[in-house]
């Protein structure tokens, strides 16, 4: 008889995002007349940049000619146009990457959740808790051990390592997904040390790096020293260029990573992760490719900062409005989550409820996100600028 993978049945029996989907409808359907708006999950709103959907189409239309005809990518880690593309806007930041320690993804989503194939289940994992729940669930799929840092109101829910405790793969977000948190380079420096003292693998998603104003908050981790003989980096270009529904993203893994297998010999992340991708991934479309590509010319770039400046200032809103209701946040300057402590010492899931039923507004209950996440609840600027401020003068209006 065939066995199931039991450890699925230990995770939450619905993904987050899931049962926010379920509440809503429920309510729809009970209040037909009901005017909802939606500050949850994390998508775009804004058309993608004319220069990019330009490109996108004259890929296509090179699918419909002989000459110019793509099949199969040689290499299955993107084409080279892309790959030099993204190398040039790195060092447009000051961070040396080769094309060659590139490889194209369909966004950072599928890469951060498959990454764990090319290590082993014993493994020790680390992630700072609240957290995207792709990095936990992923890890519990396969039986791994999970620890946690605390990342809390006391911190500025930036979880620094503590070295009594050993991990084996450690996953950090900065800008943070969902507190909007960030880590200076200075507490980058110390995470990047632990990993080397430790012989760990750090996963470093920096999706929301195009976000980033400040100045001492790096937009790579291989702006910290060290960094190349520990981490990957996973980047995406859902949020920055719209692409949620074209998926494209890319994960950096350089020559200099390396870990000891159990017979002494040094082994290649980069040619494991590529070895298991040749096997289950077929790549990213020519078109969406020629697409991505245009995000990184210099008019793409222009175009989609136009973008992130939109909902830059829908995050200034949100926080203003907060800011008159005395409501402590996280987030915002950085990133386009705002993360607020729930009024009245409320929990989650209660907020969302009030929330819900009263100003007709949907947010992400901070409990979905792990146990240092209950009685804090996350907004996205990624709405249309006029709900954005309608939702918020209706939250004003209750009384807390």
Known sequence: MVKVNENFLKLEKNYLFINIAKKVKAFSEAH????????????????????VIDAMKKGADEMAVKETFRGYEDSGAGYDFLREAISGYYGSFGVTVKPSEIRVNDGAKSDCGNIVDIFSDDNTVLITDPAY??????????????????????????????KSVHADII???SPNNPTGSVYTAAQL???????????AVMIYDS???????????????????????????????????????????????????????????????????????????????????????????????????????????NARVIASALDEMGIKYT??????????????????????????EE?????????????????????????????????????KKMSF
């Open 32 to 51: 037909p007349d009901a005017d909802i708006i939606r500050m949850g999950i994390g998508d775009v709103t804004l058309p993608i940049a004319q220069c």
């Open 133 to 162: 729940p792709v990095y936990v669930d992923t890890n519990r799929m396969n039986g791994r051990k999970v620890i946690f840092a605390d990342s809390n109101e006391e911190n500025g829910f930036a979880a620094m390592p503590d």
């Open 171 to 173: 996953y950090l977000c």
């Open 189 to 199: 420096k110390e995470w990047v040390d632990y990993a080397l003292e430790n012989g």
């Open 207 to 313: 999706a929301y790096e195009a976000f980033i104003t400040e100045d001492g908050v790096p937009r790579s981790i291989f702006a910290i020293e060290g960094a190349r003989k520990c981490a990957i980096e996973m980047c995406s270009l859902s949020k920055t260029a719209g692409f949620t529904g074209m998926r494209c993203g890319y994960t950096v893994i350089p020559e200099e990573l390396t870990v000891k297998a159990s017979d002494g010999s040094e082994v290649s992340i980069a040619q494991l992760w590529g070895r298991r991708q040749g096997s289950k991934f077929n790549g990213v479309s020519y078109p969406v490719q020629c697409a991505a590509a245009a995000v990184f010319s210099e008019e793409g770039l222009r175009q989609t900062k136009e973008n992130i400046k939109y909902y830059q200032n």
């Open 331 to 356: 987030g915002g300057k950085n990133s386009p989550y705002i993360w607020l402590k729930c009024p009245d010492g409320m929990g989650s899931w209660d907020f969302f409820d009030r929330l819900l």
């Open 359 to 395: 100003a007709n507004v949907v947010g992400t209950p901070g409990a979905g996100f792990g146990k240092n996440g209950e009685g804090w609840f996350r907004l996205t600027a990624f709405g249309d600028a006029d709900r954005t401020r309608e939702a918020m003068e209706r939250i």
